[in-house]
């Protein structure tokens, strides 16, 4: 199977797929309520941002795609931050809740929901790992 560049739609998908098969994300997940917005900020060679739409409900996702447009949503959670902080996430070289804390990444949204769920946010991580990803820097 081809890499699959991070960030794109085929990408996104296969990041719902994995989270859709994962027992482990499905019971770390099980109390979540909420959607998100992934914004990847420009940063060197990746010159305009990226909105990763995905719905997570119950230890499902039930959507993901790329936003063209970050008004075609308005999801409960947004975490944004630049390319390089992102790609450390996605091959699990930055926990994502440690980069919330140092203002590596930033949230808008229910911070104390997303403390409560610390397992479900490592499952996510878990997931990027196994789709076999190419960067753009």
Request: overall charge neutral; glycine content about 6%; hydrophobic content about 45%.
């Amino acid at each position: 199977m081809a890499k699959l560049r991070f960030g794109s739609d085929e990408w996104v998908q296969a990041l719902r797929d994995e989270l859709n098969t994962s027992q482990a994300y499905e019971d770390a997940a099980k109390n979540w309520e909420g959607d998100f917005y992934f914004v990847v900020d420009p940063e060197g060679a990746v010159n305009e941002s990226m909105y990763l739409y995905m719905d997570l409900w119950h230890g499902k996702c039930r959507a993901a795609f790329v936003a063209k447009d970050k008004s075609a949503k308005t999801p409960a959670f947004v975490m944004s931050g630049p390319y390089s902080k992102w790609k450390k996430v996605v091959l699990a070289q930055l926990d994502p809740i440690q980069a919330l804390m140092t203002g590596q990444l930033k949230l808008k949204g229910n911070m104390v929901m997303v403390m409560k769920n610390v397992k479900a946010a490592q499952e996510i991580v878990r997931a990027c790992t196994r789709i076999d990803t190419e960067f753009e820097i």
